[in-house]
């Protein structure tokens, strides 16, 4: 029985060596591309972040490296550590991460002005190039950042801009939402009126402008065309512009529609 555990013993120890000298290999020796595509894939993980400090010794000037050792730590709210690297990246590379910088600050600090800063930045180093920041247009995004100031009058520049950018057709409909929530805001319900049927004739669907109508009619005093939108509205609410990682400034709740309806229904 002795010799059996000596024997187990022994084995053990050879496989903690040989994993431990294949963790060696994998963190300091292998391929760099290898280790930052295993580190990209499993972000967040222990050995991800060990593989990214020990590439940042190795390569400090791939910009890379911190973006993509960034992007855990900005998914799970740790912006403190996740802007380190971010401003790193940034300060190595602006024009490649200048808008996802922009974008993270306007989509889930709030920090309006300071996502501002970056995209207006960012617009003055790809002269005569409109820019998408993280696959959005970026006026849509300066639009959404003029607007969470209370900015209405350069919101709906910025909106409008983005209509001109991408083309009717092809504009995201939010654009035409913000425009009517934005021309709401400073009493221009003709023109926002405007914009949530310019939504509306892009997708019926578009539970943002049936509940900005609704507002619409019953500062109108027209009940029964503001109840029609609402009903219009809770109907299509599973259609609203969402996303589970952030809460859009334009977001919508069912709560909207219960709080509107008992003052037009009474």
Same mark, same amino acid.
């Given at each position: 029985m002795k010799r059996f555990f000596k024997i187990l013993k022994l084995i053990l120890a050879s496989l903690l060596t040989v994993y431990s000298v294949v963790i060696i290999y994998m963190l300091v020796f292998s391929p760099k591309e290898q280790r930052y595509d295993y580190a990209s894939h499993f972000q967040g993980v222990a050995l991800s972040q060990?593989?990214?400090?020990?590439?940042?010794?190795?390569?400090?000037?791939?910009?890379?490296?911190?973006?993509?050792?960034?992007? !855990?730590?900005?998914?799970?709210?740790?912006?403190? &550590?996740?802007?380190? /690297?971010?401003?790193?990246?940034?300060?190595?590379?602006?024009?490649?991460?200048l808008g996802y910088r922009g974008y993270m600050k306007l989509r889930f600090l709030r920090c309006f002005n300071g996502a501002l800063e970056d995209f207006n930045r960012l617009?003055?180093?790809? !002269?005569?190039?409109?820019?998408?920041?993280?696959? &959005?247009?970026?006026? /849509?995004l300066r639009g959404e950042a003029y607007f969470g100031l209370k900015n209405y009058d350069k919101s709906i520049v910025h909106f409008k801009r983005s209509i001109e950018n991408q083309g009717e057709d092809w504009v995201d409909i939010q654009a035409f939402v913000y425009l009517g929530l934005s021309e709401f805001e400073i009493g221009n319900y003709e023109k926002a009126k405007e914009h949530f049927e310019k939504a509306l004739d892009k997708s019926k669907f578009t539970a943002e402008a049936h509940i900005g109508l609704a507002r619409i009619y019953f500062e109108n005093g027209d009940l029964t065309k503001s109840e029609f939108h609402l009903d219009t509205a809770e109907k299509y609410f599973n259609y609203k512009r969402n996303d589970p990682y952030n809460e859009y400034l334009n977001e919508i709740y069912k709560a909207d529609i219960a709080v509107l309806r008992k003052s037009v229904v009474k």
């Open positions: 060990s593989m990214f400090e020990i590439l940042k010794y190795q390569d400090p000037s791939n910009d890379q490296i911190y973006f993509e050792q960034s992007v !855990p730590y900005n998914k799970r709210g740790y912006y403190e &550590e996740g802007f380190q /690297l971010l401003d790193k990246a940034v300060e190595l590379k602006p024009k490649m991460h617009d003055t180093l790809t !002269p005569n190039f409109v820019d998408t920041p993280w696959g &959005e247009d970026i006026d /849509l």
